[in-house]
Every structure is written in C-alpha cells, then in structure tokens.
Nanobody, 115 residues
Framework: QVQLVESGGGLVQPGGSLRLSCAAS????????LGWYRQAPGKQRELVAT???????KYADSVKGRFAISRSNAKNTMFLQMNSLKPEDTAVYFC?????????WGQGTQVTVSS
C-alpha cells in the first residue's frame, strides 16, 4: 500500500506560479512511476506530468514549457512547479503512484487561476 498526500494548491492570478508537493509513504520501494493528474469541473481527469523511477519525465502538451515535475527520493516527495499559469489550468490536481499492480491516488488539491 502507498499513501499520497498533496499540498500547495491555492488561488493565483494568471501568469503566476504555484508549487505542488506530494508526500508518499508506505511501500514506496515498489513505486515504478509518479505523476500528476488534474480534473476540471465537468471534465475527465487528465494527465499533467509523470516521472519514472529512472527519472524519465513526460508532459501533457498543454503544460510543456510551463510546468516541471521533479522528486526528492530522500524526502519521498514529488513536486510540480507550475509557472505562467492560465485560467484553463484551474482544476483539482491529484498525485498518482503506480507500482505495476495498482494505481494509488491522493485526495487532491485545488488550484484556481483567476484575477
């Protein structure tokens, strides 16, 4: 079992920045990849970015060049640095971990981009 807890969401003006964190605990040695997903009202949950155990990253086209995913193995924490935020980035952001058998999800953190 893996437990995930997100933090760092909030209200920011367009063009601003936020940094999300995801703290992992439990059977973290089994995690193959970590990622961020988001879900806006009335829309399906979508991939934002992922990072594998080996450090390979992947981004949705809509966030390339603006968002950066990273992790601290020592602190069992993953981050999402979000720059140049747009109103369309408004959503609940979820942390995800995959261990080859299961998908684990955090409770989500709200990000609102509005003036």
């Amino acid at each position: 079992q893996v437990q995930l807890v997100e933090s760092g969401g909030g209200l920011v003006q367009p063009g601003g920045s936020l940094r999300l964190s995801c703290a992992a605990s439990g059977s973290i040695f089994s995690i193959l990849s970590l990622g961020w997903y988001r879900q806006a009202p009335g829309k399906q949950r979508e991939l934002v970015a992922t990072i594998t155990r080996g450090g390979t990253t992947k981004y949705a086209d809509s966030v390339k060049g603006r968002f950066a995913i990273s992790r601290s193995n020592a602190k069992n924490t993953m981050f999402l640095q979000m720059n140049s935020l747009k109103p369309e980035d408004t959503a609940v952001y979820f942390c995800n971990a995959v261990d080859g058998l299961y998908n684990y999800w955090g409770q989500g953190t709200q990000v609102t981009v509005s003036s």
